[in-house]
Structure formats: structure tokens, C-alpha cells
Antibody, heavy 120, light 107 residues
Framework: EVQLVQSGAEVKKPGESLKISCKGSGYNFTNYWIGWVRQMPGKGLEWMGIIYPDDSDTRYRPSFQGQVTISADKSISTAYLQWSGLKASDTAMYYC?????????????WGQGTLVTVSS | EIVLTQSPGTLSLSPGERATLSCKASQSVTSSYLAWYQQKPGQAPRLLIYDTSSRATGIPDRFSGSGSGTDFTLTISRLEPEDFAVYYCQQYGSSLTFGGGTKVEIK
């Protein structure tokens, strides 16, 4: 069974750092681009960036470039999303997802989401 | 960045009715690389359609996608109670963007 299992909910203070994870199983993790998607409370889906785990080729949406870091460890089939200085506006649900072959960046499989709350 | 505009924002329909959702792109979507997702409260999105008109695994045939260039449509032929949700389009022909969503609610 194909699965993406994300790390648990986090509550952080502004300025703190955070790294959340997404572990893939049931498929060849290295051969599919994995994307990260943000959903702020009551809002729509926003693509943040995408990584190819085999060589860590990473693409960021311009508005997220420099704000987050996406990485992957293919030896443990896990992708990561990290912040070095959280803001209250980073409060959101974050999903990892993968799907299409090659450069078809649609998402058939989704993680369950990681809720990040940033509050003083 | 290609901007996707979905309309209407909310669609109020009854079970059994036909739903037609629109997704308009600010520029032509390369190779008709457009997908549709369904999201219910508290759940991750679910892929319905990719490559404009190909149904994802396990998606009922009451869901269909069409379009080309800048105009795309998701049609639900007869709404079932479980179809009331928010629907998003997404293009992946030039980088990647999502539309703002259409909520299909029970009338």
C-alpha cells in the first residue's frame, strides 16, 4: 500500500525553528517528485516547493524561496520541510504529496497533513 | 506564474443535479496539464482528474474533465451526497499553481 506518513502536530513560538517530515512507503521513493502544500486556516491550497529525492533537485515557488527549506533523505525515504525562524503567519496545515511520472507535478497520494501552530 | 481563477465561488445544488465547475487560466496551460481535486473538511485533498480528462484510480465516472488552452471544466453528472465538498484545479504545465476553489454545497 502506498503511504505518506507525516510527523505530528507542532506548537511553536515565533522565531523558533522547526523541521517536519514525510515518510514514504509502498513505492519507489527516489523516483517521484514530492511536493509540499500549505493550507492556511479556512483557505485554499498553495504549492510551496517540490523535490526529487534521488538527486535532491528542488524547485521553490518564488514566494516561498528563502522562507523554507525542502530536503530529502532517500536512505530512509523521508522528505522534510523546515523553517529557521517561524512567524505567526506560518500557522497552517502542511501536506506532502506525490503523483505523476516525470515532470507531471500532479498529486495522487497525500500525507495526512501536519498542523503547525505558531503563537506567542 | 499562471493564475487559475475558479468560478463560481460557491455552487448550491441538490443531490441528483449536474454540477459544472470552471477553471480559467491567465495563460495557456501547456499540454493540457491540468488536474482537479476534491477536499472535504478535515481531510487531505483527493485527486479526481489529471491531464485535463483522465480519471484517477477509483474515481467514479460521474466525474469528468474537459477543456484546453485557458478554459477547463469539471463536470459531476449527478451529485451524490458525498460529492458536496470543495474542488480545486491545479496546473502543472508551467511550474505549478492551484486555483482558489469552488465549494459545492447542498441547496
Amino acid at each position: 500500500e502506498v503511504q505518506l506518513v507525516q510527523s505530528g502536530a507542532e506548537v511553536k513560538k515565533p522565531g523558533e525553528s522547526l523541521k517536519i517530515s514525510c515518510k514514504g512507503s509502498g513505492y519507489n521513493f527516489t523516483n517521484y517528485w514530492i511536493g509540499w502544500v500549505r493550507q492556511m486556516p479556512g483557505k485554499g491550497l498553495e504549492w510551496m516547493g517540490i523535490i526529487y529525492p534521488d538527486d535532491s533537485d528542488t524547485r521553490y515557488r518564488p514566494s516561498f524561496q528563502g522562507q523554507v527549506t525542502i530536503s530529502a533523505d532517500k536512505s530512509i525515504s523521508t522528505a522534510y520541510l523546515q523553517w529557521s525562524g517561524l512567524k505567526a503567519s506560518d500557522t497552517a496545515m502542511y501536506y506532502c504529496a506525490f503523483g505523476g511520472n516525470g515532470y507531471k507535478f500532479f498529486f495522487e497520494y497525500w500525507g495526512q497533513g501536519t498542523l503547525v501552530t505558531v503563537s506567542s | 506564474e499562471i493564475v487559475l481563477t475558479q468560478s463560481p465561488g460557491t455552487l448550491s445544488l441538490s443531490p441528483g443535479e449536474r454540477a459544472t465547475l470552471s477553471c480559467k487560466a491567465s495563460q495557456s496551460v501547456t499540454s493540457s496539464y491540468l488536474a482537479w481535486y476534491q477536499q472535504k473538511p478535515g481531510q487531505a485533498p483527493r485527486l479526481l482528474i489529471y491531464d485535463t480528462s483522465s480519471r484517477a484510480t477509483g474515481i467514479p465516472d460521474r466525474f469528468s474533465g474537459s477543456g484546453s488552452g485557458t478554459d477547463f471544466t469539471l463536470t459531476i453528472s449527478r451529485l451524490e451526497p458525498e460529492d458536496f465538498a470543495v474542488y480545486y484545479c491545479q496546473q502543472y504545465g508551467s511550474s505549478l499553481t492551484f486555483g482558489g476553489g469552488t465549494k459545492v454545497e447542498i441547496k
